[in-house]
């Protein structure tokens, strides 16, 4: 079930960005690559979406 009415997440999903984005965000300021975070975070927001019927 979406969070919110605008946004295909549940909670864990919301959750889950958040955390990879700030890890995304500290490997990038010590120089370390960070596409296969990105990846999860496109791979779950892709999953919410398919789910959510929602493009």
């Known amino acids: 079930m ?3 009415g ?9 959750a889950a960005v958040i955390l990879l984005g700030a890890r995304i965000q500290r490997r990038k300021a010590r ?3 960070v596409k296969a975070l ?8 892709e999953q919410a979406q398919k ?4 493009k």
């Open 2 to 4: 979406a969070l919110t």
């Open 6 to 14: 605008k946004d295909p997440h549940n909670a864990r999903e919301l």
């Open 31 to 33: 120089g370390k690559k």
């Open 38 to 45: 990105e990846n999860r975070v496109d791979r779950i927001r």
């Open 51 to 54: 789910r959510e019927g929602k």
